[in-house]
Structures are given as C-alpha cells and as structure tokens.
C-alpha cells in the first residue's frame, strides 16, 4: 500500500532554513516521482516542485527557484526538500505526493498528511 509520511517543519524565522522529509513506503522512488506542494491559508494548493528518480530529473516553480534543492535516498525510499532563505509568504501546509515518473503533477497516486512551515519572526 502505498503510503507517504513528510516531517521536519516548524516555525522559523525569515532567511532561516527547514529540510522536509518525505517518507515513502510501498513503492520505490523509480516508480513515482515525488512532487511537493503547499497550500497557503485561503490559497489553492500549488506545485513547487518534483524529483524523478528515474529519470535524474528535478524541477521547482520560480518562486522557490534558487532557495530549495531536492534530493534523494534511495537506500532510505525517502526525499528531502531543503528550503532556505525562507521568507513570509513560504508560510503553508507543505505536501509530498507520488506523481507521474516524468514528474507531471495531476493526479497524484497517494498524498502524506502534510507538514506545517511558518516562518515568522
């Protein structure tokens, strides 16, 4: 079955630094890419960034472009979004979930349960 968990976020203050973990089980990371995404208070779930294994590939929306690098541990099936110089507006409910291998972001094949990021001075 498969399952994500993400952890690591918390308060933090502006230009400081989070790395999210995301825990996935019941597949291998060349199965699925793994997209995060957040949502915002009283804005819609967006996209901000895949990796694909299988094909060593990574994408990031502009807004995080430069400021949050992924990675990946196969032995451990898990992936990392390291986030810094945070700032304000990266305050959201952040979410990994299994995509396409080709890292197109529709229609995930499983979600984790989210993580909460404020950064706040």
């Known amino acids: 079955q498969l399952q994500l968990v993400e952890s690591g976020g918390g308060l933090v203050q502006p230009g400081g630094s989070l790395r999210l973990s995301c825990a996935a089980s019941g597949f291998t990371l060349d199965y699925y890419g793994i997209g995060w995404f957040r949502q915002a208070p009283g804005k819609e779930r967006e996209g901000i960034s895949c990796?694909?294994?299988?094909?060593?590939?990574?994408y990031y929306a502009d807004s995080v472009k430069g400021r949050f690098t992924l990675s990946s541990d196969n032995a451990k099936n898990t992936v990392y979004l390291q986030m810094n110089n945070l700032k304000p507006e990266d305050t959201a409910v952040y979410y990994c979930?299994?995509?396409?291998?080709?890292?197109?972001?529709?229609?995930?094949?499983?979600w984790g349960q989210g993580t909460q990021v404020t950064v706040s001075s």
């Open positions: 979930a299994a995509v396409h291998d080709m890292c197109v972001m529709l229609s995930p094949a499983g």
């Open positions: 990796i694909s294994s299988r094909y060593g590939n990574t």
